[in-house]
């Protein structure tokens, strides 16, 4: 339930949460093709629970200090209420966890793993570094709970990240705020990678076909949309890292794939999304796919680094 009493801190502005929400819905309404989901905006939670025809219900919640999705099983519920007569509590709720991200991968760089497939297609060579790493410029084009936009900050890159599901975007941006309140104690090395990251909303194949007519393009691109739901890398592969809440994720992205659910169209669009990638990149494209999932572009495939689950495949442009 929202409680209208609390202040958010946004950079230098103080919100009410209902100006918070406003302030996130008309930052996303400037992409004008894609609608804010305004079901589980603003509402309470149990007034809209009953009237709603889904099996499901998501909502936002505010709660120690930050934005938490919550995800609601009705029939689940119902069964858990006619059995024990309890008021519905045991919601499942998820937030993006940035400092978690942070710590545990800037720790994992002390000590890495050099057959990590991720590290091999990413990490970035020290003569590379001696030059101008501050320009080692990334668009992680799906960046969905910024798990690999973390690992590929602590990397030293650059990463400009695009999320097009308003649901996971909302999500982002408050997890960056969090993050910024957070670290504002902690070690400057920190805080510092956040000044390398810029989330930026809506579907990342009209930023790439806008930077066609631009001077600046970026050094890599990098695609995990995760169409093909057998690949199930997100379960698989997040195991170990501190966003776990892998269910509500999944439903999330369920939810935000719904308008295009044809197989067919998937496919099509993560090809556009590879050719545009293609294009525009000036170093490399990398792909993240299940491991028995067929390449994006068989042709254009330079090498591939296979892990458990998870294959990275890398286009390169200069050879
Ligand atoms: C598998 S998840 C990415 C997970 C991410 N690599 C991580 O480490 O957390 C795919 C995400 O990309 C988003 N997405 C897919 N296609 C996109 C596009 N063309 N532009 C922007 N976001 C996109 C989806 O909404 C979803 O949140």
């Known amino acids: 339930m929202v409680a209208e009493t609390k202040k958010i801190v946004y950079g230098e502005n103080l919100f009410s ?14 992409i004008p093709h894609i609608a804010f989901p305004e079901f589980c905006l603003n509402q309470s939670a149990e007034d809209n629970i009953d009237n709603n025809n889904n099996d499901t219900f998501i909502f936002y919640d505010w709660e120690s200090g930050r934005l938490k999705l919550s995800y609601l099983d009705k029939i689940r519920e119902k069964k858990s209420r006619e059995l024990k007569r309890k008021k519905i ?25 050099r057959t990590d497939p991720f590290y091999r297609a990413f990490h970035i060579k020290q003569d590379l570094k001696n030059m101008n ?10 960046c969905g709970a910024a798990e690999d936009s973390i690992r590929l900050l602590t990397y030293g890159y650059t ?14 941006e408050d997890s960056i705020r969090t993050a910024r309140l957070e670290l504002s104690e902690s070690s400057s090395e920190e805080i510092k990678l956040l ?17 066609g007519v631009t001077k600046k393009l970026p050094d890599v691109v990098y695609l995990d ?10 379960v698989v592969e997040r195991k170990a890292s501190p ?30 999304l590879f050719d545009i990638s293609y294009m525009v990149a000036t170093d490399k494209v990398v792909v993240k796919r299940g491991k028995h999932i067929k390449k994006i572009n068989e042709k254009r495939s330079s090498f591939s680094y296979v892990g458990k689950s998870t294959r990275f495949d890398v286009y390169k442009k200069i050879v």
Do not use: H
């Not at 993006?96 to 002390?110: A, E, N």
């Not at 990463?159 to 982002?172: D, G, Y």
């Not at 949309?225 to 997100?234: A, R």
């Not at 439903?251 to 659910?261: A, D, F, G, N, V």
């Open 89 to 113: 509590t045991d919601r499942k709720s998820y937030y993006i966890d940035l400092v978690s991200s942070i710590k545990y991968w800037t720790k994992t760089l002390k000590n890495p793993s």
């Open 17 to 30: 949460l209902q100006e918070y929400y406003q302030f996130l819905i008309n930052k996303w309404s400037n």
């Open 133 to 142: 790493i501050k320009d080692y410029w990334l668009i992680d084009a799906t």
């Open 195 to 211: 000044d390398r990251f810029v989330l930026l909303p809506g579907d990342c194949r009209l930023f790439l076909e806008s930077l």
């Open 225 to 234: 949309p995760m169409y093909n739901s057998s690949s199930n890398s997100i």
């Open 159 to 172: 990463v400009w990240a695009f999320e097009r599901s308003p649901l996971i975007w909302i999500l982002l």
């Open 243 to 272: 966003n776990k809440n892998m269910q509500v994720f999944n439903i999330l992205l369920e939810k935000s794939e719904e308008e295009s659910e044809k197989e067919s169209e998937k496919e099509s669009e993560e090809i556009s």
